[in-house]
Structures are given as C-alpha cells and as structure tokens.
C-alpha cells in the first residue's frame, strides 16, 4: 500500500517546489518591463523628481567623496615628493654657487694662461681637454641644478592647484549635502500632506527601483551610442557632396537635421525612434520606445581647452517626463564625449562659430596656422 502511494506524491511535491520558487524568486525589472504607473497630477511628478533628484545627488555625494580622497592622496604624494626634491636641491646649490662663483671671480682664467704657456702642441691639447672636461662638468652641475629646480617648481605648482581643487571639491560636497537635506525635508513635507501618502511612498520606490535598474541603463546606452557615432560624424561629413564647403581660407559645415538623423540610424538603430532637431540655438534630441520616453536639450559652444572643439552642453535632461539634477547632466556629460573635433575632419582647421537655428546646425572653421 505504501509502494502505491509514492507515485502520485512524487507529481504532488514537484509542484508544490516549483510553486514555491516561483513565489520567492526576487523580482528583476527588464528593458521590456512596464515603468510604474506615471500619476497625473503635477504635485506627484514633482514630488517623484525630487526623490529620484535625492538618489543621484546621494550618487553625486559618493562621487565627490571618492574624488577627496583620491585628491588627499595626491596631496600627500606631492608634499612628500617636494621634500625630498628640495633636500637633493641643497646640496646642487651649494655645488652650482661653487661653479658661478668660480668664474665670477676669475678662477677659471687660470685655465686660459695655463693654454696660452703651453710649450708644446701636445701639452696644449692635454691642457684643453683638461679645460674642456671641468667647462662640461661645470655645465652638467648647472644644468642638474635648473632641472631640480625646475621639478621642484613644477611640483609645488600641481600642488597648489591640487589644494585648491581639494577646497573647492570640498566646498561641492558640502553643497551636495545641503540639497539632499533640503530635498529630503521636501519630499518628506510633500508626502505625509497628499491624500495617500503610503501610495506616495510606494510609488516614489517602485520608480526609484525603476530607474536604478532600467532607466540609468537605458539614459547610458542612448549617450554612448551618440558618443560612438560622433567619432564617425568626421567622415561622414567628408563623403557628403555638400555639407562641407570652403573658399579657400573659411570652412563652413552646413548640415540639416534630416542628413543628421539619418547618419545616426545609419550608424545604430537606437535613433530609428529617436531624433534631433535644431532651432533657435538649441538642440534637442527626443524619442520614445515602449514605455521609455528621453529628452536631451542642449547646446553647442566653440571650446579651446584642452583643444579646439565643438562641445556639447547638456542644459536639460528628462525621463520619463522626470527630468534629472544637474548632477546627473554633468557626470554624463564627463562619461560620453559627444563633441566635435575639427582637426578629425582636416588637421589644420579649428572651430571659430557654431550656431543652431532653422532646423540646421552652422559650423564656421579657419586655418589654424
């Protein structure tokens, strides 16, 4: 009787196992996965773009501390590194006081009467490699004492650059702490007076949650496929018969929003739903696939350092209609070159204009002689 009973168990029990598993496997949003449920009325959006602002500043923050001890490290690399210069600097003063005060008074003309009475040609050729051999050692003790100096100069300079970027990253951090605090204030302020603040709280969790496994991947993977295609826009302005023209000293690129979109689905198939536009000074790219929505407003300025380039500013970033901190803006801006560089396309021309206004972009170059 019991032998009989095993067998209907057996299916009974797998069942229930993988009942089991499917209940307590742990949730992973997806590119597919719907976005929370987007609330209509202002307050909440607002009240969710300042949580989601206390998450990317709270990552800002983390930044920032990181780079304080990175700083911190350098600065004591450096004092250490100038302590030892300026021991080793000592001892070449001393050795190159020796060698000017030598000559100033007047010992090194010895050498001249020591050729002139030379009796005989060979003694006089002794004479001049002797006197050739203390001007070369001379000559390297000076120089040995201008490159210390030299390096000790230079590296009491990085310091202080250092120490002043130290204070400043320092004074950041402080400010990043006050948002997060003041925004904390609001946002809790904001939630316990809506009409259902545990509904409030889910939300702002699940959209948090949303952004941190899909949305931050999604905003990252449009940046890096415009940076990749800016490393291609080069040629491709090259191989088009009437984007770039010249009359002998003035470059211009002249391209349209349409030529530009169509480069991009050319180059990855992201931008088949997303494009750009360009009016009254601004660029803005936009696009939207299933629930994701993404909008990226800025501009392009003309920059010389660290070389000549058209760079691209982001002034605006919105997801999801949740638009994003400045910190946010700026990290992804330092992760993603997304700029324009003139000497990729000819290597003797540097950017002088840009300007965007009736859906094209305007690119002005000269010579850079």
Known sequence: ?????????????????????FMFTPAVYSEQDASPVMPDSEEARRILQDSLSIVEIDEEISRISSRIVEL?????ELQGKIGELELTIRDRQERAGAVLRSYYMGEREQLYYMLLSAKSLAGFFRVLDFYDL?????????TAYNNQYQELASSKAEAARNASALVEVKDNLVRQRER???????????????SNPEAMKKLIEE??????????????????????AMENLPDFVQGSKNILKTNGKVYTINIHEDELNAFLRSEDELFNSFAFHFNDGKVIASGESGNLSLL??????????????IMFHVDKLVFNRIELPDTTRQALQEEFDMNFYP???VSFLKATEVSSANQRLMVTMELDL
Request: glycine share 2%; with cysteine.
């Open 207 to 228: 959209f948090t949650l949303y952004w941190e496994n899909v949305g931050l991947y999604e905003v990252k993977r449009h940046f890096r496929a415009l940076a990749n």
């Open 296 to 309: 990226i407003e800025g501009r392009y300025t003309v920059v010389e350092d660290p070389q000549n380039a």
């Open 1 to 21: 009787m019991i032998e009989r009973l095993k067998t209907p168990i057996l299916p009974f029990m797998l069942t229930l196992l993988l009942l089991f598993c």
């Open 343 to 345: 000497k990729q396309l």
């Open 72 to 76: 911190e490290a350098l600065q004591d």
């Open 134 to 142: 203390i001007i070369q050692n001379d000559r390297d003790v000076l």
């Open 180 to 194: 997060v605090l003041a925004l904390e204030k609001q946002v809790d302020s904001a939630v316990s007076t809506s």
